[in-house]
């Protein structure tokens, strides 16, 4: 079991920045199982990826309408990932969720993340 805990969203106004975390804990769970990643859901929206990261911090990958944005990474323990979000425009207003993929590799798919967080709101005002 991996409980997944996201902080760090707000209000913003267009322009500006906000850096989300996630943290991942288990008791038996080990950083070099786990692919994590950034997922968000807009109002009358279905959950799009944002960007997620391997376990060794290398090769992130990103959702096309973040255009060099947004930033993901890990930290040296791995266990944590945070998303640098800037020049933030109204569009990106979402509840952001932090994802977790156990013993399987970085992918898009929602349906291949088996623990998520409680998501964390985002809202960007013009």
Known sequence: QVHVV???????QAGGS??????????????TDLAMGWFR?????????????GWNGLNPDYAD?????????RTSA???VYLQMNSLK??????????????GKMTRNANSYDYWGQGTQ???SS
């Open 6 to 12: 996201e902080s760090g969203g707000g209000l913003v």
């Open 18 to 31: 906000l850096r989300l975390s996630c943290a991942a804990s288990g008791r038996t769970v080990a950083y």
């Open 41 to 53: 859901q807009a109002p009358g929206k279905g959950r799009e990826f944002v960007a997620n990261i």
């Open 65 to 73: 309408f973040v255009e060099g944005r947004f930033t993901i990474s």
């Open 78 to 80: 791995k266990n944590t």
């Open 90 to 103: 109204p569009e990106d207003s979402a509840v952001y969720y932090c994802a977790v993929v156990q013993f």
């Open 122 to 124: 985002v809202t960007v």
